[in-house]
């Protein structure tokens, strides 16, 4: 009897490991379709897409903030629609942590979106390209006259080889709405008040002797620079201004993102700028609160009147300028001996072109009305976001808004945005915002985080090598 | 089992079931009729699906690099190699087993201290005090993480209350005191299931014993080693048991609360399963920190149960 179980048990386990087994992720990788060229004759003068009859494109997007960028997508798609009456937009709008979860699977199953949005780096955008969902943009780049949207320095982000291992370099595969750089948010009260005026730091050695300054005239319990530094990035995109201030290359700087051979974090700028943020620490310039904040509420924080200075992505200009209305004033960090500004900064989500799509003209289309449609400058200046392409106009009579616009324009002339430092392995983000909570609290020298930082770089240099 | 009652089982199945008479197969007397499993099987079979076939799948999947979209690749016992060498993935072991001297000892043993009291004096509305020290059981951690994250925020309750002494700190942001910080929390959490645990066994001790350990002019402490703690002996083991393992598989407070910060001083491994799995593209890592992960949970409560069992003989 016990035999006759033990056997039957034996048996329903082999079954189940013969279940699970398999090499995982192999069904998932069927070959891709490959696109179809639709002949671009059009049929209709008002209407080249009239040939394909009703269609329906599906649009996935991460940029879900409301006031924010998904208004501004809705509105613009609303356009397009009345334009192309044949044409209808299914809208699919996820938070950030949700979609970059699912928008691979989404893009290699069978009901995949025509027009998504990837994420730069190798955890997303690399994957896509590898995996060969999503199709290049060179045709458009020339037809389109999508080339002269950004400069060179800005284009690398949305470039790689096409076995989607080498990153800053190649085919282009998307073109992003926005951008995204970091600055210098200050509070022209609490300035005035303590004699300090940011506009006239030419150099990072006069806003060193503001912050000293400013130091000294703000309440000891008070930061000068609210930091939220909660889940540990706040602080490196605080540091990205340091970094540019004592490094001339910005180029050097994107190489590293890109995982480009010989690069290292271990520079004489990148260590100098990290003993610079720890003497920051411990001149008292960010309180002592900050590990247990997170960006978004410094930022509210700072809107409602704490700390003298934010450092910080210009995404977060709405709920600052919402909270200190005519106080609010922002600025790029001041260049130090290079006389550039650099600092952390890249488009928004790129969007991709699904090698699925049916109608990969359409798409073409519609991406070219989101980024570059008339008015579509005016919409995003009316959410206070920042359009990324080159020839979009100064938002009128809004000063603020007008200096937000100014940070990222500077910053793209002079080849200073650094991206995003996390983008150099899918374990960065981690590694970085340990590294430097450990920094910060006393637990490691600057010597050591770039030793830490370049060990996850190495590594996974070494799984990108092995392909 | 007395043999009449078998002689009797016997001779009904002799009645009702024999086909040919003589001897059947050879079953032993009081051992349960095949047809019995046929009842077990819709549970079994719900068990086998969704419990260990997800389970040997993660074993299956602990053997390979897999980043969760392209072709997998063979890997041996890579991850399991790495598991040990890495520094920080240790670290995270260590962590959880921090954590079992909060969500464990500590709650075991304040709770056995109330108990003490209560065996000693009469407390009245001791059915409120039950509900009110229960209540932490019945929360969704989320919102026990929501809650400590406001009571330890740097203006918070918990500081307004301290700063006058100068004892105010950044809780949860300071690497000294993250880590029990979040304990305390879990003391909390599992404190009031040992204490109801502990009240009803107590209740099922016989009042002579008590007497007899008084006439014999105990103390309090001597009452409790005698009498109390040997009678609450399956109490203690199931208890022990639930809280070291909900402290070993700790996540929710912690990914709501630090989610591993500051600079990874509260990283437990249910935490680095969840970013190797989703933010590192790493499913086979993942798979081998949790089967890790499942062997030490198993082992701990075994030996618990092993070591309940072993003094009841005694």
Request: glycine share 10%; net charge negative; charged share 15%.
């Amino acid at each position: 009897m016990r035999k006759w179980i033990l056997g039957a048990v034996v048996a329903m386990l082999a079954a189940l490991i013969a279940a699970c087994g398999g090499t995982p992720g192999q069904d998932t990788n069927a070959s891709s379709s490959a696109a179809t060229t639709v002949a671009t004759a059009a049929s209709d003068a008002d209407n080249p897409f009239a040939k394909y009859g009703d269609i329906t494109l599906k649009v996935w997007s991460a940029d879900n903030q409301d006031p924010g960028p998904m208004p501004v997508i809705q509105e613009l798609a609303a356009q397009f629609e009345a334009k192309y009456p044949n044409v209808k937009i299914e809208l699919t709008f996820k938070g950030f942590t949700d979609y970059m979860k699912v928008i691979k699977l989404a893009l290699s199953g069978n009901d995949a979106p025509d027009l998504a949005q990837g994420n730069q780096g190798f955890a997303v955008d690399g994957a896509l390209v590898k995996a060969g969902l999503v199709l290049p943009l060179t045709d458009q780049l020339e037809t389109m006259g999508w080339k002269d949207w950004y400069t060179p320095g800005t284009f690398q982000q949305f470039q790689w080889s096409d076995d989607g291992t080498k990153f800053g370099e190649g085919t282009t595969f998307g073109v992003a709405q926005f951008g995204q750089s970091t600055g210098m948010f200050y509070n022209k009260a609490k300035m005035a008040e303590a004699g300090v005026d940011p506009t006239t730091w030419a150099t990072f050695d006069d806003m060193q002797a503001g912050l000293k300054t400013l130091r000294a005239a703000l309440p000891a319990d008070e930061a000068v620079i609210n930091l939220g530094n909660k889940d540990g990035y706040e602080a490196v995109h605080a540091w990205g201004m340091i970094q540019g201030a004592y490094n001339d290359d910005a180029q050097a700087i994107r190489d590293w993102v890109f995982q480009a051979d010989g690069a290292t974090f271990d520079t004489p700028g990148n260590i100098k700028a990290l003993q610079v943020l720890k003497d920051w620490v411990d001149a008292g310039y960010f309180g002592k609160d900050y590990n247990a904040v997170g960006e978004n509420d410094a930022a509210a924080a700072f809107g409602k009147g704490s700390g003298a200075i934010y450092m910080g992505g210009n995404w977060q200009a709405g709920v600052i300028k919402e909270g200190l209305g005519d106080d609010a004033g922002f600025m790029n960090a001041p260049p130090g001996a290079s006389g550039k500004h650099i600092a952390i900064g890249s488009t928004s989500l790129p969007w991709h072109i699904s090698s699925k799509s049916k109608y990969p003209d359409v798409a073409a289309a519609l991406i070219n009305h989101l980024i570059n449609g008339e008015g579509s400058a005016q919409l995003l200046y009316d959410q206070v976001q920042i359009p990324a392409v080159q020839s979009a106009p100064q938002p009128e009579g809004d000063e603020y808004l007008g200096a937000v616009a100014t940070g990222w324009q500077q910053l793209v002339k002079d080849g200073g945005l650094t991206l995003f430092p996390d983008w150099s392995s899918p374990s960065m983000f981690d590694t970085m915002g340990a590294a430097f909570q450990k920094l910060m609290a006393g637990k490691i020298t600057p010597e050591d985080v770039a030793k830490e930082l370049q060990d996850d770089w190495q590594k996974y240099h070494d799984e990108l090598a092995k392909g | 089992m007395s043999s009449s009652v078998t002689s009797e089982t016997r001779r009904r199945r002799g009645i009702f079931g024999s086909r040919g008479g003589g001897r059947r197969r050879d079953r032993a007397p009081g051992e349960p009729r095949y047809v019995a499993f046929l009842f077990l099987l819709p549970a079994l079979a719900f068990y086998l699906i969704f419990t260990m076939l997800p389970l040997l799948h993660t074993v299956w999947l602990s053997f390979f690099e897999w980043d969760g979209l392209s072709l997998g690749t063979w890997a041996g016992l890579d991850n399991y190699r790495e598991i040990l060498n890495d520094e920080d993935i240790r670290g995270a072991f260590i962590h959880s087993i921090e954590l079992i001297l909060y969500y464990s000892v500590i709650a075991v043993v304040v709770a056995l201290l109330l108990i003490m009291v209560i065996q000693r004096a009469k407390v009245r509305g001791l059915t409120f005090f039950r509900t009110l020290i229960f209540l932490p059981q019945t929360i969704a951690v989320v919102v026990v993480a929501q809650a400590f994250v406001w009571i330890y925020a740097p203006k918070g309750p918990l500081n307004t209350l301290l700063e006058p002494f100068g004892l105010n700190r950044t809780w949860l942001g300071e690497f000294s005191t993250a880590l029990p910080a979040l304990g305390f929390v879990g003391s909390w959490m599992t404190f009031g299931l040992a204490f109801v645990l502990f009240l009803a066994g107590m209740q099922r001790i016989p009042q002579s014993l008590y007497d007899a350990a008084r006439v014999d002019g105990a103390t309090l402490w001597q009452e409790m080693r005698v009498v109390t703690i040997p009678q609450l002996r399956n109490e203690l083991a199931v208890v022990i048991t639930l809280t070291t393992i909900t402290a070993l598989r700790s996540f929710d407070l912690i990914y709501n609360t630090t989610s591993g910060g500051p600079g990874g001083e509260t990283r437990v491994p249910s935490v680095l399963i969840v970013l190797n799995a989703f933010t590192y593209g790493k499913v086979g890592m993942a798979s081998a920190i949790a089967v890790v992960l499942t062997i030490i949970i198993f082992a701990v409560a075994i030996l618990i149960t092993r070591i309940g069992d072993r003094s009841e003989h005694a």
